[in-house]
Antibody, heavy 123, light 110 residues
Framework: EVQLVESGGGLVRPGGSLRLSCAAS????????MNWVRQAPGKGLEWVSS????????FYADSVKGRFTISRDNAKNSLYLQLNSLRVEDTAVYYC????????????????WGQGTPVTVSS | QSMLTQPPSVSAAPGQKVTISCSGS????????VSWYQQLPGTAPKLLIY???KRPSGIPDRFSGSKSGTSATLGITGLQTGDEADYYC???????????FGGGTKLTVL
């Protein structure tokens, strides 16, 4: 059974940092790209970042570029998101999600999601 | 402001059919595959449709997807009260080199 479990969320001051983790199990972790998607309170889903299976390509939303860093440790079946220079508008539940491999046509097919970890940025 | 435009809400009676639209551009929907997600209150999103019109294992055939040009549509037939949720479309945007989600549509089953 595929499982994704996020952790590391919490309350942080503006300008602060946080590191989110996502522990994966039940599948060959290194064979799948992984994503972070966030949802601000009462708002819609926002794609944040993605990383390919062997971490040769990293992608970021403009809203977090230069402040957030995605990484993975395939030996530990774990995905990470380092959040720096946090802003009030980064307050959200952060989900990690597995991506169905792209064969030919680009897509954003996310087939398994974790339960999310909340991040609150407030003074 | 999302790159993909969805109606904020739709509604229909139990047993009826509803469609949810998702409008984009040539840099996203027009040349890439679309996926659809259902988010029940207080839960994580769930994949309903991928690659425009494919259903993952376990998703009933009451849910269907289609795409034409720079727009995509999610169809739900035989509406049930349990279908009340927020629905999101998503795809890759080639110009942004990133994923994009629609703003979401709240479905009410009257």
């Amino acid at each position: 059974e595929v499982q994704l479990v996020e952790s590391g969320g919490g309350l942080v001051r503006p300008g602060g940092s946080l590191r989110l983790s996502c522990a994966a199990s039940g599948f060959s972790f290194s064979s799948f790209g992984m994503n972070w998607v966030r949802q601000a309170p009462g708002k819609g889903l926002e794609w944040v970042s993605s990383i390919t299976g062997i971490a040769d390509y990293l992608f970021y939303a403009d809203s977090v570029k230069g402040r957030f860093t995605i990484s993975r440790d395939n030996a530990k079946n774990s995905l990470y998101l380092q959040l720096n220079s946090l802003r009030v508008e980064d307050t959200a539940v952060y989900y990690c999600a597995r991506e169905i491999p792209v064969v030919t046509v680009p897509a954003k097919n996310l087939d398994y999601w974790g339960q999310g970890t909340p991040v609150t940025v407030s003074s | 402001q999302s790159m993909l435009t969805q109606p904020p809400s739709v509604s229909a009676a139990p047993g009826q059919k509803v469609t949810i639209s998702c409008s984009g551009s040539s840099s996203n929907i027009g040349n890439n595959y679309v996926s659809w997600y259902q988010q029940l209150p207080g839960t994580a999103p769930k994949l309903l449709i991928y690659d425009n019109n494919k259903r993952p294992s376990g998703i009933p055939d009451r849910f269907s997807g289609s795409k034409s040009g720079t727009s995509a549509t999610l169809g739900i037939t035989g509406l049930q009260t349990g279908d009340e949720a927020d629905y999101y479309c998503a795809t890759w945007d080639t110009s942004l080199s990133g994923g994009v989600f629609g703003g979401g549509t709240k479905l009410t089953v009257l």
